[in-house]
């Protein structure tokens, strides 16, 4: 987008304001600005990882570099596809290590702690922190254009495609099989009941509800007796 000359993305229209004032190269404020992101995780608690200070370090120094190489594009008719080119390949890169799971780059992860908090729209985050950049960076000299534009309002919808597209799936944890219930080992450790004769208890309960009840009746007054018995014999 640099050697496009058709406007900066919201993020280098900041880096190189910041970069003319303080006379240092852009890549060089990439780094500095990439690490003071990182202070604004705290709050989210987002985690940095691998890909986080890897994007710290890489990205300004490569940034430096392709400046040094890449000549200007001085023809509209390649301008126009290396910026739509930029802006493509900016959103297949952020959906391409975010999926990676090493951790975001400082921005990223700015952008997926407030998505995970705010429970809004990564395309609605994104778009969010694009346009506050951008308005920062203007009012600091940045060059923003038609390029600078189309970046802020294509980003947001490019990352969420390809996060989506790049998502690596979780594996499912497997269940383990756990001890059978405690009923269960009790049900199986009772050894079954051997086929034999009805017990005597048994034949005199099933003769049935009126045997039952004649046999309560022949017992009472025996028993009364006994009790008559006892209580002449206790001396007065």
């Known amino acids: 987008m640099l050697r496009a000359h058709l406007g900066l ?3 280098d229209v900041f880096h190189q304001g910041v970069s003319d004032h303080a006379g240092i190269s852009i890549g060089t404020v990439t780094i500095i600005v990439g690490a003071a992101v990182l202070l604004l995780w705290l709050p989210l608690r987002q985690r940095p990882g691998l890909g986080t200070v890897s994007n710290v370090v890489v990205v300004g120094l490569a940034m430096d570099a392709t400046l040094a190489l890449v000549p200007d594009a001085r023809a509209f008719a390649v301008r126009i596809p290396l910026l739509a080119f930029a802006i493509v390949l900016n959103g297949v890169a952020t ?3 975010i999926s990676a799971r090493f951790g975001p780059g400082p921005r990223d992860g700015l952008m997926t702690g407030l998505h995970l908090r705010t429970g809004r729209s990564i395309r609605l985050v994104r778009t969010g922190i694009e346009l506050t950049v951008l308005a920062t960076g203007f009012a600091l000299g940045g060059s923003v254009g038609v390029g600078t ?3 802020a309002l294509a980003i947001g919808p490019l990352s969420q495609f390809f996060l989506r597209l790049f998502a690596v799936p979780v594996p499912e944890p497997q269940a383990h099989a756990g001890p059978p219930p405690v009923a269960a080992r009790e049900a199986d450790s009772v050894p079954e009941a051997d086929a034999g004769p009805i017990p005597a208890v048994a034949d005199r309960t099933d003769d049935g509800p009126d045997n ?4 309560r009746r022949d017992v009472r007054p025996a028993d009364r007796s006994v009790e008559r ?3 002449c014999q206790d001396p007065a």
């Open 229 to 231: 018995d006892r209580s």
């Open 9 to 11: 993305d919201p993020w």
């Open 212 to 215: 039952r009840s004649d046999n």
């Open 149 to 151: 534009v189309a970046y």
């Open 95 to 97: 959906g391409l290590y």
